[in-house]
């Protein structure tokens, strides 16, 4: 079974761009979450969707944003770059709401100049 | 969910076993213990969980006292390619527990020839 699947693995931006990643999802998964990784703060929760809607979110301004389509696959979109979005975007699937086992992506480098 | 605590870097020999300690002394009865990994700028990869009983897989073993305070993850004979940053996690599995996976710094385990 294929894994998660992130596109495009490597991105630059200059500030005030806008963004926008993609997730797949291991086949049959319908939970998605996104994270974002940088040096200084680590792996920080940004969102899960499910059925196509947000069933949690993290501490994360307005400019960050997602959705989910109903064949399970997400966006994750950011508006207005700024230098300190500069970072490693995860995207992690499971099974359902209540199987905790999360299966990562490779990650979306995003390089904002 | 409980917080975890693992020493912050790690050697081991290449062939040998590695053993990788998580203390989570304040960990309740329907808390898990998963434990991920990452290898440098990848995705997190998940190894192996479990909730009292020690469990294996084709990755590692999971021991976890019988006061469920503490865990060790054993890789049973550590490869260069095992170099990577452990995570342990403690969370619960329900759904209203959401899809958020709290890291904390992990322990950065190096395979030496």
């Known amino acids: 079974k294929a894994g998660v699947t992130q596109t495009p693995r490597y991105l630059i931006k200059t500030r005030g761009q806008q963004v926008t990643l993609s997730c797949s999802p291991i086949?049959?998964?319908?939970?998605v979450s996104w994270y974002q990784q940088t040096p200084g703060q680590g792996l920080q929760f940004l969102f899960e969707?499910?059925?196509?809607?947000?069933?949690n979110k993290g501490n994360f301004p307005g400019r960050f944003s997602g959705r989910q389509f109903s064949n399970s696959r997400s966006e994750m979109n950011v508006s207005t770059l700024e230098l300190g979005d500069s970072a490693l975007y995860l995207c992690?699937?499971?099974?359902?709401?209540?199987?905790?086992?999360?299966?990562f992506g490779p990650g979306t480098r995003l390089t904002v100049l | 969910d409980a917080k975890t605590t693992q020493p912050t870097s790690m050697d081991c020999a290449e062939g040998r076993a590695a053993n990788l300690p998580c203390n989570h002394s304040?960990?309740?009865?329907?808390?898990?213990v998963y434990w991920y990994r990452q290898i440098h700028s990848q995705g997190p990869q998940y190894i192996i969980h479990?909730?009292?009983n020690n469990e294996t897989n084709e990755m590692a073993s999971l021991i976890i006292t019988e006061d469920r305070k503490s865990s060790t993850l054993i890789l049973p004979h550590a490869t260069l390619r095992d170099t990577a940053v452990y995570y342990c996690i403690v969370r619960v599995a329900r759904e209203t527990s959401g899809s958020r996976l709290t890291f904390g710094e992990g322990t950065q385990l190096t395979v030496n020839p």
């Open positions: 086949s049959g998964h319908r939970s």
């Open positions: 969707y499910f059925s196509e809607t947000q069933r």
């Open positions: 992690a699937s499971r099974l359902t709401l209540v199987t905790d086992t999360q299966y």
């Open positions: 479990g909730l009292k």
């Open positions: 304040t960990i309740s009865g329907n808390e898990y």
